[in-house]
């Protein structure tokens, strides 16, 4: 979900680290966790956070997306700070964040935005990898549109570039030949205990789908929280706290026990019917 943003020029830095969490095998074999930070300029608290981040990319596959104010910086090169903030995500994998407007953004700024990030912002110690586009429509209609997106993004970075969809709900199937990985979930803790899955997911790799679940009440055991949406057939997935803010100096009060999770359970030690045994969290009234 794109934030919004000031009238005066600024890079907000978003840090979205994706940890796959894997009941079946998911690429790289690994498990995993999503992170965001909304801030900038640079604090020096952020610091924490970001030796956290790539820390964890070291115990389990890490991707970082990463938002210059909101995709839209045209300044090349970015600015001194952001690219030493950057610099400290030595072993992730970096994805740039574009926004699409749902399908009405002129694919032109949308083009512009993919190039920067491939032939500007890339340094010797930050490569882009793939590029993830937010607000996207889920409705049949926007096919054209979005595999047209798909098609230059591939382009620009190569087969194995990833391509990210983000609907933030049950998308047309029809997407899933226009992506790499879809965003079928972006919602309150509370809409997710009822959430019903697309039927046709259990056709594709977990590597496929994102689960992004938010205002999770201080109280929900996240570790059951994961186990649920392994049950999902969710490949990554991510969850922050009641009231969040994504602007804090700080880490999300669940993200230790996220990548203790994420490092303890490999695919070959918690599959689907082993993620099944895991309690599942009952309803929680948010705060």
Not at 34 to 55: F, G, R
Not at 146 to 158: M, T
Request: a negative charge; glycine letters at 6%.
């Amino acid at each position: 979900e794109r934030k919004s943003r000031g009238s005066v020029w600024v890079s907000l830095l978003v840090f979205l680290v994706v940890v796959s969490v894997v009941g079946r095998v998911v690429e790289g074999g690994q498990i995993s966790l999503v992170y965001a930070v909304y801030t900038y300029p640079i604090q020096p608290a952020l610091s924490q956070v970001y030796a956290a981040l790539n820390n964890a990319s070291y115990s389990t596959d890490v991707v970082a997306i990463i938002n210059p104010n909101n995709g839209d910086a045209n300044s090349c090169p970015v600015s001194s700070d952001f690219q030493n903030a950057l610099s400290t995500l030595t072993n992730t994998q970096n994805i740039g964040y574009t926004h699409s407007g749902y399908a009405t953004r002129n694919f032109s700024d949308v083009a512009a935005v993919i190039d920067n990030y491939y032939t500007c912002w890339n340094t010797s110690n930050t490569r882009f990898t793939g590029i993830f586009v937010d607000e996207s429509l889920q409705t049949p209609d926007g096919l054209p549109y979005y595999c047209r997106i798909y098609n230059y993004i591939k382009s620009k970075g190569g087969n194995s570039a990833k391509v990210w969809l983000n609907p933030g709900q049950v998308t047309d199937e029809g997407y899933m030949n226009c992506s790499d990985v879809i965003v079928l979930y972006e919602n309150p803790y509370s809409n997710w205990q009822n959430y019903t899955v697309a039927p046709w997911m259990t056709k594709y790799s977990p590597n496929r789908f994102a689960a992004m679940v938010n205002d999770v009440p201080t109280n929900v055991n996240i570790s059951s929280t994961i186990a649920l949406a392994i049950q999902r057939g969710f490949g990554y997935f991510i969850a922050y706290g009641a009231g969040y803010d994504y602007t804090s100096n700080s880490l999300s009060p669940f993200f230790p026990e996220m990548v203790r999770f994420s490092s303890i359970n490999s695919p070959s030690s918690l599959s689907p019917s082993t993620a099944s045994t895991l309690p599942i969290p009952s309803p929680v009234a948010s705060s």
